[in-house]
Nanobody, 125 residues
Framework: QVQLVESGGDLVQPGGSLRLSCTTSEFTLRYYSISWVRQAPGKGREGISCLNTRNETAYYADSVKGRFTIFRDDTKNTAYLQMNSLKPEDTAVYYC??????????????????WGHGTHVTVSA
């Protein structure tokens, strides 16, 4: 089964920053649009960002716009989510995901065929 591997989750104080990483050894990331999806405790999945590899356009949910940045380092075959000005409501499990047949489905959709196992982000004083 194709695997994506996330890392970088941690406990951070409000106002702090984290950088999440997503990589794979099984295919070349730059050929596929990569999304980040989060799931807060007791809530459903929320698509928060997608990087469309066809035109390098990034999409962001209103809840993270201006604070989070999605980007990719092709030399490392790794995608990132830089998270700044973190708030307690950003606490969630964060997943990277890919659809091999569609680019940023519904821009910030949550229906993908390939997911990572998730990394935990906790924002608390």
């Amino acid at each position: 089964q194709v695997q994506l591997v996330e890392s970088g989750g941690d406990l951070v104080q409000p106002g702090g920053s984290l950088r999440l990483s997503c990589t794979t050894s099984e295919f070349t990331l730059r050929y596929y649009s990569i999304s980040w999806v989060r799931q807060a405790p007791g809530k459903g999945r929320e698509g928060i960002s997608c990087l469309n590899t066809r035109n390098e356009t990034a999409y962001y949910a209103d809840s993270v716009k201006g604070r989070f940045t999605i980007f990719r380092d092709d030399t490392k075959n790794t995608a990132y989510l830089q998270m700044n000005s973190l708030k307690p409501e950003d606490t969630a499990v964060y997943y990277c995901a890919i659809d091999f047949w569609r680019h940023c489905p519904n821009r910030l959709g949550t229906d993908f065929d390939t997911w990572g196992h998730g990394t935990h982000v906790t924002v608390s004083a």
